[in-house]
Structures are given as structure tokens and as C-alpha cells.
């Protein structure tokens, strides 16, 4: 039984690195490949909006562990500086994707919704599953059991997170018409940038080892807000 807990927890630890490390190969490989045209993040998500005929969406810039996202029920893509204002391949692929999502709406809208509810659950759900594991084990109930419960919950939440990455796939697949027309004369350029799309829409599944930045920093009382409120 031990034996088969460490391995489900290695695998799920790895599937989580794995995630993390795409997301860092863009940050760090994409920052060092300007853009082909002369747009920032923020300039080259407004084109896509454009081309959507998107006018409802409004572009903040905001700093914090929860930067980089779109609020579908504001109607707001919150960038950071550096995103927002970068003339580079990762600062489009951040910006784009994130812009993709606004193009999800009707059906796709509620799938956005619960995406994100996932995402909220994988950032702050470890913290109170340790809590309660500690609960348990005060009131003199087994540990061992009580540790796999916690396990147990942590793996649900990184499962969720897997089985809703259709929903940030199908924000790249939004973009695909607007980027071949805009990158028409850069192929190159397009393809790289597809391969920083995809590694960004697998970026949260890391989120369960950043766990517990997400919760200290903002799941406790009395810690702060890192989520953009403007």
C-alpha cells in the first residue's frame, strides 16, 4: 500500500514539474525571441480582439501571483508590466492565450467558469486538505489515514486540473485563423509561436507544487489579496 502511494505521488509530482518547466522554457526561450511585428502583449491581444470583433473586454495591467489571466465574468485580461508591455515571442504567447479565452463564450462560457473554479481548487485546496489532515489526527484519528485522505484529495484536484485542459487548448484553437493571417509572411515565427501556445495552456497544472505560496500568501485570513481587483 506504501509502495503504491509513493509511486502515484512521484508520478503526480512529475506530471506537475513537467508542466512548470514548459511554462519556464517560454518565459526564458521566448524572452529572447523578439516578436515579428512591432507589437507588445497588450497591442497584439487588442488585434485579436479586433479581428473577433471583441469590444467588451478591458485590458488591466496588474502585478501578483495571479497576473496573466482573463476574467470572464469582469470581462478583464489582467497582464503584467512585463507582459503587457513586451515586444516578444513569450510575452505574446502569455497575452494571446489568455486573450483566447475571451473568444470563449456561449457554451464554451461555462466550461471557462469551471476551468477556473478547478484552478482555485488546485491552488488553495492542498492548504485546507493539510489543515483538515491535522484536524483528524488531533482528534486521535489514524494518521496514516488521515495522510492518504489529504493525499487522496490533492491527487482529486490535480486530476480535475488534467481532465479540463480542453478548455485551454481550445483558446489556442480560437487564435489559429487571426495568427495565420496576421504571421502570414513570418512562418517561422508562427510556428515557434505554437509551440509557446501550448506549453502556456499546460502552465496551472503546476499550480499544485506552488500550493502553498497561493495559500499562505492568500488563502489564510488576514494574508492579503493577490487577486486583481480593479
Known sequence: MLGIFAIVFL????????????????????AREAAPTAHTG??????????????????VEHEGMTSNCFDPRRRRLFLTRETAGGATLAAWAVALHEAGHAAQTGEA?????????VIRLT?????????????LMLMK???????FA??????AFLLLNLGTLAVEFNANARLRR??????????????RLGGHLSKVATREVGDLLRSPRFFLLSGLPGSGKI????
Not at 497588450?42 to 485590458?59: G, H, K, P, Y
Not at 484519528?141 to 495522510?147: D, E, Y
Open 150 to 155: 489529504c493525499a487522496g484529495l490533492c491527487l
Open 178 to 191: 487571426f495568427l495565420e493571417k496576421h504571421l502570414e509572411r513570418h512562418p517561422d515565427a508562427l510556428e
Open 42 to 59: 497588450a497591442e497584439i491581444a487588442r488585434l485579436f480582439f479586433a479581428s473577433e470583433e471583441i469590444t467588451d473586454v478591458e485590458i
Open 11 to 30: 508520478l503526480a509530482f512529475l506530471v506537475c514539474r513537467h508542466a512548470l518547466g514548459r511554462y519556464e522554457q517560454v518565459l526564458r526561450q521566448g
Open 141 to 147: 484519528f489514524n494518521a496514516r489515514m488521515a495522510v
Open 123 to 135: 491552488r488553495y485546496g492542498p492548504g485546507f486538505a493539510v489543515i483538515l489532515a491535522g484536524a
Open 227 to 230: 487577486r486583481p481587483k480593479s
Open 109 to 117: 462560457l461555462g466550461d471557462v467558469k469551471w476551468r477556473q473554479t
